[in-house]
């Protein structure tokens, strides 16, 4: 569905590029690459709680987003102890109206099979071993969280990766968390969703027959189900139509055998919340203490 996964094999490496202690939080910019010598290179945004020793961090790619990220949510999630991260998606692979699969990494990586939401998983990734090598002493654990096409990133990274303890999805629909096998009135079908997007997906998705096939199956709910017994919240909007909301509630429903809780693991049922409000697709700071509340619940 979303191409090739990108290996993780490229060496991460990361330096601190500037810090500003502040009353109540610490600032610090991080540039970020993967590969030798130069490689894919990006910027990461940190926001530490200053009086807290070791923290869990939610961490973002939609960094290109000045209206989903920035000091209102860092502040929010602060607020619960939580650090925030944040990079841009788009130094890595652009999000353009060609249509085509362009940006540093396909320059670096030719040729390559990946669609656009592989590379930002795999960027998500490579931020989570720059945590770890650059604040281990203050990290308690690393959370993921994405707006409507970030949020398809976040899922998919947090399924690849074991090291992501928990992932919050925001009307992330097609592609992300609605299930392909309730396509509600209005909602994005998969056939759209590759028209209107084709570099986010793989190339076998221009085939009817494939895309067929992966509704079938209902791809995602496989790919979700892989993030047991960890911590996912979704979040949707009931009147954000084109995210399918209906498709996000199916999946909440599909999911919570997975999310079953056993004697040795009462509160595995916990780690799998799905919240609707009405308001529309933007996120608001009401979503961003949803997520960090969720954070502090499942990583402590």
């Not at 490229?10 to 109540?24: E, G, N, R």
């Not at 994405?146 to 992932?167: E, N, W």
Request: charged share 20%.
């Amino acid at each position: 569905m979303f191409g090739h996964m990108v290996a993780r094999t490229a060496p991460v490496h990361a330096q601190l590029a500037h810090q500003l202690v502040q009353t109540d939080r610490v600032l610090e910019v991080w540039r970020v690459g993967a590969g030798a010598p130069a490689g894919v290179q990006w910027r990461m945004t940190v926001f530490w709680p200053r009086q807290k020793a070791r923290c869990p961090v939610l961490l973002s790619p939609d960094g290109c987003w000045p209206h989903v990220v920035g000091h209102d949510a860092a502040s929010t999630a602060l607020r619960q102890g939580v650090a925030l991260a944040w990079f841009d998606r788009t130094e890595l692979a652009f999000d353009n109206d060609t249509g085509q699969c362009e940006g540093p990494f396909y320059e670096q990586c030719r040729p390559s099979k990946s669609g656009s939401l592989a590379v930002w998983a795999w960027g998500i990734q490579c931020c989570v071993d720059a945590l770890e090598k650059m604040a281990h002493d203050r990290l308690s654990g690393v959370a993921t969280i994405g707006h409507s096409r970030g949020g398809k990133a976040a899922l998919l990274a947090t399924a690849l990766d074991p090291r992501i303890a928990a992932v919050i999805a925001h009307n992330s629909g097609t592609g992300g968390a609605a299930s392909l096998s309730t396509q509600a009135p209005g909602a994005e079908s998969l056939a759209q969703l590759a028209q209107q997007f084709p570099h986010w997906l793989g190339a076998a998705m221009q085939d009817a027959a494939e895309r067929e096939r992966i509704v079938a199956m209902d791809l995602p709910r496989l790919m979700l189900s892989q993030i047991a017994p960890r911590g996912l919240c979704l979040l949707q909007a009931r009147d954000d139509l084109w995210a399918n909301p209906a498709g996000t509630r199916r999946m909440a429903d599909l999911l919570r055998p997975h999310w079953q809780g056993t004697a040795q693991d009462p509160q595995r049922s916990r780690r799998l919340q799905w919240h609707e409000r009405t308001g529309g697709h933007a996120m608001t700071l009401a979503d961003w203490q949803r997520a960090a509340q969720f954070v502090r619940e499942v990583l402590g």
